[in-house]
C-alpha cells in the first residue's frame, strides 16, 4: 500500500481555476477520495519558466521516440474495461493487493460527480496503448496524478518516459506549473531528474533539494 505525507486535508467547493492553483501552490494536491478532497503533501513541481532539457531528459526520450500522446476530456464519452484492468493490475504489482480498485479508476473515469481530475493521457505506439495517466489540467498547472502502463515495457522506461513527454507537453503548452506528486522517500528520487524541481516542506516551496534526497 502507497502510504502519503499528509500534513492537512480540506474540501473544495468551488473548482474556478483560480482556487484551485492557489491550493497546490499551498501544497494541497487532489486525492481519488470524493469530489474535492485535498490533502497537503510533500509536493513535487517543476517550475516550466526554469526547465531546460538535460542529456539525461534527452536520452529517456530517445528510448521512446516512437511513442505518442493523446489527450482525452474526463468523464470518457467511450470508457472500456481495458482502463481499471490495467490500472488495477499495474497498482496491484506495483504497490499491493487493495491499492487501486478497478470501481475507483472507473469512477474517476467516468462520473463527475465524483472525480476530481479531467484529464486522461493515452501513451500510443503503432496504434496499440501502452499507458495511461489521469491528470488535473488548469489554465497554468497539470497534475500529472495516477499514471498506469504495461509493466512488460518498462524495461524500455517507459514510466519515466511518459513522465517525460507529460513534462514537455505542459511546457508547450504554457503552463507554469506541472506537480509530480508526493516526495515519499529514496523510491521517489526519479522525479527529480528534471530542471526547476521545487518541493513543499509543509510551510513553504524550495528549491535546494540536498536535504530532500537525504529522506530514506
Not at 36 to 64: A, D, P, W
Not at 85 to 98: E, R
Not at 192 to 201: A, K, N, R, T, V
Request: aromatic letters at 14%; a positive charge.
Amino acid at each position: 500500500m502507497i502510504d502519503y505525507i499528509k500534513w492537512a486535508e480540506k474540501s473544495l467547493s468551488d473548482f474556478c481555476d483560480e482556487l484551485i492553483e492557489d491550493s497546490y501552490d499551498r501544497g494541497f494536491v487532489f486525492t481519488r477520495k470524493f469530489k474535492g478532497s485535498m490533502e497537503q503533501t510533500r509536493s513535487i513541481r517543476v517550475n516550466l519558466e526554469k526547465f531546460e532539457m538535460s542529456s539525461e531528459n534527452r536520452r529517456i526520450l530517445r528510448k521512446n521516440e516512437k511513442i505518442s500522446l493523446g489527450v482525452q476530456a474526463v468523464p470518457l464519452v467511450n470508457y472500456n474495461y481495458k482502463f481499471h484492468k490495467l490500472a488495477k493490475n499495474f497498482y496491484t504489482q506495483k504497490f499491493g493487493s487493495g491499492t487501486m480498485s478497478a470501481g475507483k479508476i472507473k469512477n474517476v473515469l467516468t462520473d463527475h460527480e465524483k472525480s476530481n481530475f479531467n484529464r486522461l493521457f493515452v501513451y500510443s505506439q503503432i496504434e496499440r496503448d501502452l499507458g495511461y495517466c489521469i491528470c488535473l489540467e488548469t489554465k497554468n498547472i497539470l497534475h500529472y496524478s495516477y499514471p498506469f502502463y504495461e509493466l512488460e515495457f518498462d524495461k524500455a522506461g517507459l514510466g519515466i518516459g511518459m513522465m517525460t513527454i507529460a513534462v514537455n507537453w505542459a511546457k508547450d503548452k504554457n503552463k507554469k506549473y506541472i506537480y509530480l506528486g508526493s516526495y515519499k522517500d529514496a523510491s521517489s528520487k526519479y522525479k527529480l531528474q528534471f530542471s526547476g524541481i521545487e518541493w513543499f516542506d509543509g510551510k513553504e516551496w524550495r528549491k535546494d533539494l540536498a536535504e530532500l534526497k537525504s529522506i530514506n
